[in-house]
């Protein structure tokens, strides 16, 4: 096992890189063995680098002996080997390999690290679609087998390519807002008090106080606008102590949360944010189709559709599309989960858009600092955005006005002094702004298709999982 080396002459080849154009090339590769079969004097492996594989030949011959052969068949899979071997083209395209048209003829082989014999889970059953597996009798490996193993899930090639994906909205949501003109800032997570004057908090012992991890940035992006940054965006972790057990709910999770001031409506707010997210889509179908094509072999799902510009619908119209698919709800009601389902679908059947905008929310379901809609006393400035069918940004435009701040907060019957050091921000002169929060994990959730948000957090954390 090597523990470290002087620099060799050689050179450690990708994978990904073993084309025709490397023919009859001696070349080395570090790789883990997937799979190994003996057949007689030949021993075939698997080799493996994230989600690329190329098929290796170990024969008896002038570079392998039979030792070598029974040597190599027997290496336990997972474990790590450096290989030297002639790239060699093939008649006929290797089917379960990435790299099909090559495959290494292996001249030598080393261990690098030997993993242990027994695996807590096959990597072949962990990419295999469910329908598959039951139709053939076949293991899958189901989702808390994943999770408490998730150092060897994550290397299946659906995880590492939802993971490199997620990454890319990180660097296009980053990439997107410099561009604008945007400043990215760094915020507390451990805060005095709820970050939205709430109950859903977790609570954290601070030297001799009680101290609780941050719900939101938001006062701190607020504060940052108030100090003239203008626009500003952060990406960090968020908390939330809420008892949810579902599909889309985790108790921290990755938080791309946006803030800006604006010159004549908010709607100048809502259109960056809806731009940004469309740069991200168009970003990730132009650079990442290789790991959507991996993740849809094992989860199919339709390519995600938006309109440019987005399509906005206010809060009466949804109200009244639902009413006509015979769902009953007040004006002032808000939208439960199967209604917000049952509305996306109905959008993609009217619109043929995945993505979508909802405005004008009834005031009395958005919290006290939402600025009410001027024209209507009902309505408010705020906003959700949606991906097939599901919430992944809430947003409005904040009450800049200590006065009326100070109204709405007695309203909704919060404790003032719990909220002072947030209103007393505004007293100092405040631009009018909006913004938003957007959960990465329910973003690369939805769009891949995928129905848990545990397959795109890499290491989940709800009420009932705290490790690994």
């Not at 009601?333 to 009217?350: A, F, H, I, Q």
């Not at 408010?380 to 800049?400: K, T």
Request: charged share 25%; proline share 5%; hydrophobic share 35%.
């Amino acid at each position: 096992m090597i523990q470290s080396q002087d620099k060799p002459d050689r050179v450690l080849v990708r994978v990904s890189d073993l084309t025709v154009h490397k023919a009859d090339e001696v070349v080395w590769v570090r790789a883990r063995v997937h799979t190994s079969r003996a057949k007689g004097k030949q021993c075939f492996l698997v080799l493996r680098q994230q989600q690329f594989n190329v098929q290796a030949l170990v024969a008896v011959g002038d570079h392998a002996s039979k030792q070598m052969v029974k040597f190599a068949a027997n290496i336990n899979k997972e474990s790590i080997v450096d290989v030297e071997g002639v790239v060699r083209k093939v008649n006929q395209k290797i089917g379960s390999c990435t790299q099909q048209d090559v495959e290494l003829h292996v001249q030598k082989i080393y261990v690098i690290s030997l993993a242990e014999p027994r695996l807590p889970l096959q990597l072949d059953d962990a990419v295999r679609p469910e329908v598959e597996g039951e139709e053939e009798g076949r293991a899958t490996v189901n989702q808390d087998t994943r999770l408490d193993n998730r150092v060897i899930d994550l290397r299946t090639s659906t995880s590492q390519a939802v993971f490199r994906l997620q990454s890319g909205i990180c660097h296009l949501f980053r990439e997107t807002l410099i561009n604008k003109g945007f400043v990215e800032i760094q915020t507390p997570k451990i805060i005095s008090a709820a970050s939205e004057g709430g109950a859903n908090v977790f609570t954290v012992s601070y030297f001799k106080n009680n101290a609780y991890l941050a719900q939101s940035p938001q006062l701190y992006k607020q504060m940052c606008i108030c100090a003239d940054f203008e626009k500003v965006f952060c990406i960090g972790p968020v908390f939330r102590a809420e008892d949810s057990n579902t599909h889309r709910h985790l108790t921290e999770f990755v938080g791309l949360d946006i803030e800006m001031a604006f010159n004549y409506h908010y709607h100048e707010v809502v259109e960056e944010i809806a731009d940004t997210l469309v740069q991200i889509f168009k970003g990730l179908q132009k650079r990442f189709q290789t790991e959507i094509q991996t993740v849809n072999k094992q989860f199919p799902c339709e390519p995600f559709k938006f309109l440019e510009p987005t399509l906005r619908l206010e809060y009466c119209e949804a109200l009244a599309m639902l009413r006509e698919a015979g769902i009953e709800m007040g004006d002032e009601e808000d939208l439960s989960t199967p209604n917000e389902k049952l509305l996306g679908r109905l959008v993609k059947e009217k619109y043929d858009t995945d993505f979508y905008i909802l405005d004008k929310y009834p005031l009395a379901v958005r919290p006290f600092y939402t600025m009410p809609d001027p024209r209507n006393p009902k309505q408010s400035n705020s906003y959700d955005m949606f991906m097939r069918g599901e919430e992944i940004l809430s947003g409005a435009q904040r009450i800049h006005d200590p006065q009326l701040l100070t109204e709405r907060a007695l309203h909704h019957g919060i404790d003032l002094e719990k909220i002072k050091a947030y209103i007393d921000s505004f007293r100092f002169g405040a631009p009018p702004h909006a913004g938003g929060g957007i959960g990465l994990e329910r973003v690369t959730m939805l769009f891949l298709g995928l129905h848990n948000v545990r397959q795109t957090s890499m290491f989940p954390r709800d009420p009932k999982r705290l490790t690994p």
